[in-house]
């Protein structure tokens, strides 16, 4: 008994210990090791290889990206996943892993947002752009868009000037609608808006940027699409501890080129030939000859208001989560001080991001931002109703000196001016022009995932944006617009608008997402979304404000002007569907529908649908490549078609409108006038857009190469149309005009060399888009824009044309033929010269005298007169192509890069020669440019510009004044290091990067304004005019990026 | 599980359903910031707002087109402005021509105004009276703007409904004839509803039942003329000589007051002598200002407090025109005998030191600047309202009238007389031999020039019905051209010899032939 009980007790024992030892056996040689695998973006990656380096065990990652495996201590682990750089990691203990994976350069598995969803680089079927963030971002820039230029093919990228905080103008592949707005549609974390302010979003907050430009690409977003789409997404929080990070630069601005006026000498040489009798007492007093003026210096106004700005901004974000909680907190910090005295742009940006898991199948999120930002300062291309008006009108055109050579750079206005001229000191109207824009922008969105089973998901959101915009201007007694006299009755004013707009969206998104098996796989997409958005404005204005003092709160003191009152809305619903087709991923297919619904449009055109479907075949893929042509990594053949729509009215442009105002014997009535013409008839704008498109992926993808060809047209223009003023009307909106763009886009990418410690990468692209009108209203040739609008005060009414079967804007005038010499005259015998009968006079009327020296134009119907049968176009504003080229290089630490940007063949009008190098009249008063002291004289008969007095007193528009626009620049150029891991580590940091960069290094171009980038008037009719624009600076910047 | 799942799905689909069913709804918006025809002409007081916007495409035309460049190179102005000039003075318009399409383009404005308030005049809830009232209104401005329209186009398109959309608005041109009729048509009914100058609410400035009138009166002076139809010299007597003889209204003795008044932008209530007008108001900023004041006033220099541009220069034909009797208050009137010669408004103006030598030099004088209560000046702008109908005007079509019906009588003599001796100027009626009928046309022709010059289209419509512009114009041209000198055969070149018969008519707009398929271009362009 007693051994049976030992005996029992051994076994127990045995038992135990076995049971122990072999509990701490396994514990020492063999644990569950549980982890997630995700990507930059915090997503899971499914599939993704877990394998034990010493054996042949593994595992992959289920749907939610976490993996279990029994592993040693100590054992290697390599984590892989298609076009992910592969991780090996050493086992040290069995707390659960979260491991990262990067994408691979230049991957087919990158990951790349599209409309409603994402998508890889490999599945794409349409054509679309992802901007490298990186490298645009290597020299610091207020915004985006600033360096976004050159970047991708078939995107032109134009900044009107060098403004600071101005939005850069971005057209995809070429311009659409004539009288609508031609800017794509951007989605900013889902949220699509039509009026987005860019240069609101800090560049250090954007984790990605996607430009979808075919019609399979765009036609989800249905009728907004057709301009083509951007869509920007914010960075969000990563699993891991936290990370503090801060990016800080900072840079001195300074304009690239003066333009060159005339000394005080040329100045009084011009005026005495000008106006004789008064440059006697004006100039020649005193005992002062025209050579005294040599030893005067005289004031350049352009030294005074132009000064080595200073730019700098902070970052600062915290990102950091867990698997179930992720977050992001950045602040950010902006100030650029404009070249130009008192003016300048400021951001501060406040961001929340939280992503949360509730359940294993719900996620949900929120994003909230708020952003301030403050654009102040003169804006040189604004208020022209004349071209004595604008900023730089004064500034070049200021007199250097005054009479008998005295000095007036301190007065308000120019002692020898007569009342009613409305010319003003430059240097102290800029410095006391009080002109503030303030945008608050709050936008707030939250949203909910459903994971309803492995296949299908949904996606609901809720997002709100607000925007509230102030503009206040006051105009003290030292400014142009603010100093009481004659030529400007308003005296000292001031005006204060606010404009409030309000969108909120909801949208929700099923997706079902299944391999059916081996050789078929699916996504199906589908949902409804509504936006609603209401604008209003309000503000007022007061001039002869009493107390000047006062600034802005002494409104209430002046006489109130008109008072802006203003409210509308629109609304949207859509429904949208999308089905992608992978068969054994070498052939795709996608087709997607969206049906828009808009209250801009009457009830029987509210419902308007936007079809599109693209095939993809990658040959890459099948046999007879991969067989025969071993260094083909990839080729991929992509067709599409689709339509997408415009909406870019109005939002009651399809109602009768009514308006005005009349003063009516003594009593006030309110007189109510039909105003706008209801057009039952008005629907979407359409453009349909076939593509088709090559990627060849070369060695591995060490060379890509992409090619698209593009034919785009669009229908139905939402035309504000001319039609017969017998009606009543002179305009009315009418879908009517057709417009083509046809283009071809290349980039190629190349890793030229890539060791272990040296890197060379090279980015190209080249773009060609040609624009055509098809057609204009019933019987119409042409529609004529001017800079001036139709008043054309200063510049031809009829400067800018768009003619049927021809580009839709270029210039139009006359062909200058230099200037008239003796030879075309007969003399009298008085002495008079008399032009000779077969000699073409430049003007209508024979009669008009001609003299040696005046401008000559060329007679192109041989009737001997100047007329309007004598205009032709003179100058196309379009380029022929225009494209970007980067390289890289880094070695070890250092890393350096270099971007070029050309636009070739296209024209500018420089509208500031038709002024400055005009000797008119006049413009007697003004100084001139020093290029007009060419100018034809009885001494200088081979002068170019026509003699003084010899310009026609009019406004008109000639090739004297068009010049060739191309340009190569540098336009970025970085040199940074990231110090050595270690260095790092011991200064308590994680990540260290310094850098010097510079932008508008410099700039190769024959134009002879500031620069020949540039754009004064927001209209798809009038581009590449050049009229007192802000010149662009060169920036040179310092800057550190660091984590810890 | 399960069941969680069903109830999400339920949820979604049920909120499918709810959004499509509300789906219309959620796309119909209302206009929150303008008014709309739908919701307007509920009341009288919208009601005189609309009527007051349809009135407002007169004040389009005299502050701009129709204030001086008529009255310039007929025989009463020469344009002597040495830059560019308006093609519309100097006659070298054609289809291209802005103010031509300005012109056309703003009477058709009226029209359609005139049309559209009409149309939506009927939803008023008011007494048949006052309805009636509002809708003579519209058709006197629609029958007064197509009455330019004829004289000016010849044929045009008539429209006496407003155009629905902006699609298929083609037209073809309608009979000269068949647009005056439609124009005596509505003066008709204007005159039967329209309320008396008494109980107008804002006459002269609103129309009144005397004003409509006098201008169906002018009408049909210029039907008879312009459609060679003596008959329609009866039918004017018809109607004026009944507004004469009611004596409601009467000329204001002193015919230099009339101008006083309309610079101080006063009215005279008491003799109604001006029985329909323009309203403009000084205010920059509601855009109203009438911009004649600077072109058509005694030079001044520019800059100065009262600027006048000095593009216009009287003809020696017109200054002829007063030589019979320099007693006449009109003569230094409306010849301006001196300008001024400085920018300060304290300093005495110049008086011309010689008369009749230098008559070519002399401005019109008729609207004078020193009157105006809004001050400062500005160089280029006032509120001084513009005549369209003087009593004045009606007194001589009557004597004009009666002269072609009934030949020289008491009626037409007293007519005449009465406007004559206003103005200082010795009585047709004393002379011991009256003159003939011949005699007295030719009399009322130059007596209409000495009352009425400068008055818009007032002379240059008169030479045309009258069918005698072209010799007007040649002996204008001779007159110069004998003054000698660069200026005389310059400005008689430029101005005189340039009109062709066929620019009688006017050209239809370059924009109107591109746009109107079935339209036709007038003959000669």
């Known amino acids: ?1044 | 599980m399960k069941t969680y799942n069903n109830i999400i799905k339920t949820l979604f689909l049920l909120l499918v359903l709810v959004f499509t069913s509300s789906c219309e709804d959620f796309l119909t918006t209302t206009p929150t910031d303008f008014i709309s025809p739908e919701n307007f002409y509920n009341t009288e007081t919208e009601a005189d707002m609309a009527i007051a916007g349809v009135y407002l495409s007169l004040n389009d035309l005299y502050k701009d087109v129709f204030k001086n460049g008529f009255s310039a190179s007929t025989d009463e102005t020469v344009y002597t402005y040495g830059g560019s000039a308006n093609p519309m003075i100097i006659k070298t318009f054609d289809a291209t021509t802005p103010d031509v399409y300005n012109i056309w383009s703003k009477l058709y404005l009226g029209v359609y105004r005139s049309n559209a308030f009409l149309k939506n005049i009927n939803k008023l809830d008011v007494d048949s009276v006052k309805k009636n009232a509002f809708i003579a209104e519209a058709r006197f401005l629609r029958g007064y703007y197509y009455y330019h329209l004829a004289m000016l186009f010849g044929d045009v398109p008539l429209r006496l409904e407003p155009i629905e959309s902006p699609i298929n608005t083609d037209l073809a041109r309608t009979p000269r004839e068949v647009v005056f009729d439609s124009v005596c048509a509505d003066m008709k009914f204007a005159t039967e509803h329209l309320y008396t100058y008494t109980l107008q609410k804002g006459a002269p400035v609103r129309a009144c039942k005397e004003a409509s009138t006098g201008v169906l009166a002018r009408v049909y002076l210029s039907m008879a003329g312009v459609l060679n139809k003596p008959e329609y010299y009866a039918k004017a007597l018809e109607i004026l000589l009944p507004l004469v003889s009611s004596q409601t209204i009467k000329l204001n003795p002193d015919y230099t007051q009339i101008w006083k008044n309309i610079s101080a932008d006063t009215y005279d209530h008491v003799s109604k002598e001006i029985m329909f007008d323009v309203e403009f108001n000084a205010d920059p900023y509601k855009y109203l200002y009438s911009g004649w004041a600077s072109n058509v006033a005694p030079a001044a220099p520019t800059g100065g407090t009262y600027n006048s541009n000095d593009r216009f220069r009287v003809t020696t034909t017109f200054w002829q025109y007063y030589q019979s009797d320099k007693n006449d208050v009109r003569y230094n009137w409306n010849i301006a005998d001196y300008n001024y010669n400085t920018t300060d408004v304290k300093t005495p103006k110049a008086a011309y030191t010689t008369n009749g030598s230098n008559a070519t030099d002399r401005n019109p004088g008729k609207f004078r600047r020193d009157w105006e209560v809004a001050l400062p000046r500005d160089p280029s702008k006032n509120g001084a309202n513009f005549p369209i109908l003087r009593y004045s005007d009606v007194l001589l079509m009557l004597s004009e009238a009666e002269n072609e019906v009934n030949g020289p009588t008491d009626v037409a003599f007293a007519a005449l007389d009465s406007v004559r001796s206003r103005a200082k100027a010795f009585k047709y009626s004393d002379l011991p031999i009256r003159p003939s009928q011949e005699e007295l046309r030719t009399i009322i022709r130059e007596e209409r020039s000495r009352e009425l010059c400068f008055e818009s289209t007032t002379r240059y419509y008169d030479l045309i019905r009258w069918g005698i512009i072209f010799d007007k114009f040649t002996e204008v041209g001779n007159t110069l051209k004998q003054l000698g000198g660069t200026n005389g055969s310059n400005w008689a070149n430029k101005l005189y010899f340039v009109l062709k018969p066929q620019h009688i008519l006017f050209p239809i707009p370059q924009i109107e032939m591109q746009l109107n398929s079935k339209m036709t271009q007038n003959p000669g362009y």
Request: proline content about 4%.
């Open chain 1, 1 to 1044: 008994m007693k051994i049976k009980l030992l005996e029992l007790k051994f076994v127990l024992l045995v038992f135990l210990f076995t049971a122990v030892s072999t509990q701490s056996f396994f514990a020492q040689q063999r644990f569950n090791l549980v982890g997630t695998v995700v990507d930059k973006a915090g997503e899971s990656i499914i599939g993704a290889n877990i394998k034990l380096k010493e054996e042949q065990k593994g595992t992959i990652t289920d749907l939610n990206g976490k993996f279990s495996l029994q592993v040693f201590k100590n054992a290697q682990i390599v984590v892989s996943y298609i076009g992910m750089e592969p991780q090996t990691l050493k086992v040290v203990d069995n707390k659960p892993l979260y491991i990262v994976l990067e994408a691979s350069a230049q991957s087919l598995d990158e990951v790349v947002v599209i409309g409603y969803g994402q998508s890889t680089k490999r599945d794409l079927t349409g054509s679309m752009s992802k901007v490298n963030i990186d490298d645009i971002t290597k020299a610091p820039v207020p915004s985006v868009t600033d360096a976004l230029g050159g970047r991708i093919a078939g995107v032109s990228v134009t900044s009107p000037d060098g403004q600071p905080g101005a939005a850069a103008n971005i057209v995809i592949r070429g311009s659409n609608s004539l009288t609508g707005d031609n800017s794509p549609l951007y989605v900013i974390d889902g949220f699509p808006l039509e009026n987005a302010q860019l240069n609101a979003t800090p560049p250090e907050d954007i984790e990605s940027i996607e430009i979808l430009k075919d019609a399979s690409a765009t036609a989800i977003y249905g009728a907004r699409g057709s301009n083509g789409v951007i869509i920007i997404t914010t960075k969000k929080g990563k699993v891991g501890k936290p990370t503090v990070s801060y990016d800080g630069s900072f840079g001195m601005q300074k304009v690239t080129k003066l333009v060159d006026v005339m000394s005080p000498y040329e100045f009084v040489r011009m005026y005495n030939e000008v106006e004789p009798v008064l440059a006697q007492s004006r100039y020649f007093i005193n005992g002062l000859t025209l050579d005294s003026y040599k030893d005067i210096a005289g004031t350049n106004y352009q030294n005074e208001i132009f000064r080595e700005a200073p730019m700098h901004s902070h970052n600062i974000a915290v990102r950091g989560g867990t698997e179930a909680t992720k977050y992001s907190v950045s602040l950010n910090y902006m100030d650029q001080k404009g070249v130009m005295v008192n003016g300048g742009f400021k951001r501060m940006q406040g961001k929340f991001v939280l992503d949360q898991e509730i359940t294993k199948k719900i996620k949900a999120g929120i994003n909230v931002g708020y952003v301030q930002s403050d654009t102040y300062g003169s804006t040189p291309s604004e208020f022209g109703f004349k071209a004595e008006t604008y900023i730089m009108t004064d500034v070049w055109g200021y007199r250097p000196i005054g009479t008998g050579g005295e000095d007036i750079s301190e007065g308000a206005t120019d002692p020898d001016d007569l009342p009613t001229d409305l010319r003003f000191n430059p240097v102290l109207n800029i410095k006391n022009i009080y002109n503030d824009k303030l945008n608050n922008n709050l936008s707030a969105n939250v949203y909910i995932d459903i994971n309803f089973n492995k296949y299908l998901k949904l996606r609901s959101t809720l997002g709100t944006n607000i925007s509230i915009y102030k503009n206040s201007e006051f105009y003290n007694s030292n400014t142009k617009r603010g100093n009481p006299r004659l030529s400007n009755p308003e005296g000292v004013n001031g005006q204060v608008i606010y404009n409030e707009n309000n969108t909120w969206l909801n949208e929700n998104i099923m997706t079902y997402n299944r391999k059916l098996n081996k050789n078929h796989k699916i996504i199906v997409m589908g949902g409804f979304t509504a936006q609603s958005a209401n604008s209003s404005s309000y503000g007022s204005r007061a001039i002869n404000l009493p107390y000047e003092s006062l600034g802005l709160s002494g409104m209430d003191h002046g006489k109130p002007q008109l008072i802006t009152a203003k409210t509308s809305e629109w609304t949207l619903a859509s429904f949208l569907g999308r089905v992608n087709y992978d068969y054994k991923s070498r052939i795709l297919f996608t087709a997607s529908m969206r049906a828009d619904g808009s209250s801009k449009f009457p009830t029987e055109n509210k419902w308007s649908y936007f079809p599109s479907g693209s095939v993809a075949w990658r040959i890459g893929e099948e046999n007879f490549v991969k067989n025969n042509f071993k260094s083909i990594s990839d080729l991929k053949l992509r067709i599409s078609s689709g339509v997408t729509g415009n909406n870019r009215v109005g939002d009651f442009a399809a109602f009768e409108q009514m308006a005005g105002t009349y003063y009516y014997n003594g009593n006030t009535y309110d007189a109510i006038v039909p105003a706008s013409l209801a057009n039952k008839y008005l629907k979407w704008e359409s453009t349909r857009q076939d593509n088709i498109g090559l990627d060849l992926g070369l060695f591995a993808q060490r060379l890509t190469l992409t090619v698209d060809l593009y034919n785009k047209v669009t229908n139905n223009l939402l035309l504000n149309s001319q039609i017969a003023p017998s009606t009543g009307y002179r305009f009315a909106m009418k879908n009517i005009g057709k417009v083509a763009n046809r283009g071809v886009e290349l980039t190629i990418n190349s890793v030229n060399i890539k060791t272990k410690n040296f890197q060379w990468t090279t980015n190209f692209n080249i773009s060609f888009n040609k624009n055509e009108v098809l057609e204009l209203s019933e019987g119409q040739h042409s529609y004529s824009s001017s800079p001036n609008g139709t008043s054309g005060t200063s510049f031809s009414p009829n400067m800018y044309i768009a003619i049927v079967g021809q580009p839709m804007a270029q210039m139009l005038g006359y062909v200058w033929d230099g200037v008239y010499q003796y030879s075309d005259f007969n003399v009298t015998p008085t002495g008079a010269y008399v032009l000779k009968n077969d000699v073409t006079c430049n003007s209508p009327s024979r009669t008009n005298v001609v003299q040696p020296g005046y401008v000559k134009f060329r007679d192109l119907n041989g009737d001997k007169i100047i007329n309007t049968s004598d205009l032709t176009t003179i100058g196309n504003p379009f380029p022929i192509h225009i494209g970007g080229f980067n390289n890289t290089i880094t070695y070890k630490g250092f890393e350096l890069s270099a971007f070029l940007q050309w636009s070739y063949g296209n024209d500018i009008y420089n509208g500031n020669r038709d002024i400055f190098e005009s000797g008119r009249l006049t413009y007697k008063n003004m100084n001139h440019f020093a290029t007009f002291a060419n100018r034809w004289s009885p001494d200088n008969q081979t002068g170019v510009f026509p003699v003084a007095r010899g310009d026609y007193e009019g406004n008109y528009a000639s090739t004297r004044s068009v010049e060739d626009g191309s340009f190569l620049r540098m336009k970025m150029a970085s040199a940074g290091y990231y110090f050595n891991k270690k260095i790092v580590k011991s200064i308590g940091l994680s990540k260290l990067k310094l850098y010097i960069s510079g932008t508008n290094l410099f700039t190769l171009t024959n134009y002879g304004g500031y620069d020949p980038e540039v754009s004064a008037i927001k209209n798809a009719l009038i581009p590449g005019f050049d009229y007192s624009t802000y010149p662009r600076a060169r920036t040179f910047t310092v800057g550190v990026n660091a984590e810890f």
